[in-house]
């Protein structure tokens, strides 16, 4: 199956990289942003997860609501449980 930006219903241009990986990750934010469930996107630093979630978010039904990043990196675990 070969992946194309054509393909994708979204616009997506602060994400560039034209790799199959790339446009996989792409193919899921299109599939994603449509869902009602939470996601989770980890990585090392500096890969792009915010990226990612701010393109989520705006492909998204939320698309009008104020998107509110959390770094729960930076979060103490016993908060987190809380």
């Not at 979204?10 to 990289?17: H, R, S, V, W």
């Not at 939470?38 to 997860?49: A, F, P, Q, Y």
């Not at 698309?63 to 930076?74: L, T």
Request: proline share 2%; net charge neutral; aromatic share 4%.
């Amino acid at each position: 199956m070969l992946l194309s930006r054509e393909k994708l219903h979204g616009n997506y241009n602060d994400l560039i990289g034209e790799s199959t990986a790339h446009l996989k990750v792409l193919k899921r934010i299109d599939r994603f942003a449509k869902s009602d469930r939470m996601v989770l996107i980890s990585g090392e630093t500096g890969t792009g997860k915010e990226l990612v979630a701010r393109a989520l978010h705006t492909e998204s039904p939320y698309a009008m609501h104020p998107m509110i990043v959390v770094n729960c990196a930076e979060i103490a675990a016993n908060l987190i449980e809380s």
